[in-house]
């Protein structure tokens, strides 16, 4: 008999998880905007993405061992905290400088909840089940990619002014979540019956290729997160936010599908393929003269980031000991992290010196990369 997965549990872990990826993903794709219109620089934009990824990647680690040490309610409910705390300060926000600030505390807040959130979801999965519910999972990240943008376009209005009232939504929002995790039961992240058992190894020559490959697409993706906003604006297009929600859209329908291919042809197969998928859509992205044109690629764009990351993710779950759930949680956002951190600091100089089109040719060569190492690995270790 096929194990139960939908229980009122792991639904309210997903939606808990999706809580806290919306209070990010609110704010994520404007505050390059917010930041323009205080300083008029392009780097500015780029850096309210990386400092957010960078203090989040610096709590990653710590978060996994609070993990550990605490169990999941109190250290998600820590992480929202300071989120709250972030969201109400950006509210009255007239300094480049404060905003620096309340975005590295957003960040530190959104490393520690979403790691915990992350970890939440694993331990209500039954494990015959894991890769269906980490995908599901996923599936309501992503979501969190269409409605946040979405909403905060329709917040901030056609004249993009109206950031006082995104903060407040962004608050509230913290808020609502902050009482969902109180519903939630606490886990620890060792089951009872593995807490005697010798501790296991964790083999990371083999976990290397797939972190390497979420790195790059990590930093690929940063350049969209980050800039077609504004290489959209630049181009005269009206109403971007339609990108990010066809974007999400190619990111769910990814999800749904991908279990049933990754069965069928292996893990870094799929991970070639939607790498080689990736770097055609971002190519072309440098090369759009329409509207339709960007919305279009938008879709084939958002399903292979979207396939990426939880094949990534349920790999390195399988193949760390029950122990290191949270590291391998960590891990796992630590490589994104990385890569949106370098990436929307490299992005912004190369817009500065070479246009918006010079980031999404680049963005595109570095799954190239990605391809190479998983034909290598795959030569390698006979993986398929």
Same mark, same amino acid.
């Given at each position: 008999m096929k194990e139960k997965l939908w %229980?009122?549990?792991?639904?309210?872990?997903?939606?808990?998880?999706?809580?806290?990826?919306?209070?990010?993903?609110?704010?994520?794709?404007?505050? *390059?905007?917010?930041?323009?219109?205080? *300083?008029g620089l392009d780097t500015y934009a780029g850096l309210m993405t990386s400092i957010f990824t960078l203090a989040a990647l610096c709590v990653r680690f710590i978060a996994g061992i609070l993990l550990d040490k605490f169990g999941c309610k109190k250290v998600i409910l820590g992480g929202i905290t300071l989120m709250m705390a972030a969201a109400f300060f950006f509210i009255d926000c007239k300094q480049i400088e404060l905003a620096?600030?309340?975005?590295?505390?957003?960040?530190?807040?959104?490393?520690?909840?979403?790691?915990?959130?992350? *970890?939440?979801?694993?331990?209500?999965?039954?494990? #015959?089940?894991?890769?269906?519910?980490?995908?599901?999972?996923?599936?309501?990240?992503?979501l969190t990619g269409v409605v946040g943008p979405s909403i905060a376009y329709s917040i901030l209005g056609a004249n993009y002014d109206?950031?006082?009232?995104?903060?407040?939504?962004?608050?509230?929002?913290?808020?609502? %979540?902050?009482?969902?995790?109180?519903?939630?039961?606490?886990?620890?992240?060792?089951?009872?019956? #593995?807490?005697?058992?010798?501790?296991?190894t964790i083999n990371w020559l083999i976990l290397i290729v797939p972190i390497l490959v979420l790195f790059?697409?990590?930093? %690929?993706?940063?350049?969209?997160?980050?800039?077609v906003s504004l290489y959209a604006i630049s181009l005269g297009f009206a109403g971007v936010g339609m990108f990010f929600s066809v974007n999400?859209?190619?990111?769910?329908?990814?999800?749904?599908?991908? #279990?049933?291919?990754?069965?069928?042809?292996?893990?870094?197969?799929?991970?070639?393929?939607?790498?080689?998928?990736?770097?055609?859509?971002?190519?072309?992205?440098?090369?759009? *003269?329409?509207?339709?044109?960007?919305?279009?690629?938008?879709?084939?764009?958002?399903f292979a980031t979207g396939a990426v990351a939880p094949i990534v993710n349920t790999f390195l779950i399988k193949r760390m000991p029950e122990s290191k759930n949270g590291i391998a949680n960590a891990t796992y956002y630590a490589a994104m992290d990385i890569g949106y951190a370098i990436g929307s600091v490299v992005w912004g100089i190369i817009a500065a010196f070479s246009g918006y089109r010079m980031i999404f040719y680049l963005g595109a060569l570095m799954q190239i990369v990605g391809v190479i190492l998983c034909l290598a690995q795959m030569k390698i270790y006979r993986l398929k």
């Open positions: %229980t009122k549990k792991y639904l309210l872990s997903v939606i808990i998880l999706f809580a806290i990826c919306l209070c990010s993903n609110i704010v994520l794709s404007v505050l *390059t905007i917010f930041a323009k219109n205080l *300083t620096i600030i309340y975005r590295i505390m957003q960040g530190i807040g959104f490393g520690i909840a979403s790691t915990g959130a992350s *970890t939440y979801v694993a331990k209500m999965c039954h494990p #015959n089940r894991l890769l269906e519910g980490v995908s599901y999972a996923s599936i309501a990240n992503s109206r950031f006082k009232l995104l903060f407040i939504v962004s608050l509230l929002i913290c808020i609502l %979540t902050f009482g969902l995790m109180l519903l939630g039961k606490d886990v620890s992240i060792v089951s009872i019956e #593995n807490q005697n058992k010798e501790k296991e790059f697409n990590s930093l %690929t993706q940063s350049a969209i997160t980050s800039f999400a859209i190619g990111m769910i329908s990814s999800r749904f599908i991908m #279990n049933r291919l990754v069965i069928h042809f292996g893990e870094f197969k799929m991970l070639l393929l939607n790498s080689l998928l990736f770097f055609i859509s971002v190519y072309l992205i440098g090369q759009v *003269t329409r509207m339709y044109q960007l919305l279009f690629l938008a879709l084939p764009a958002g």
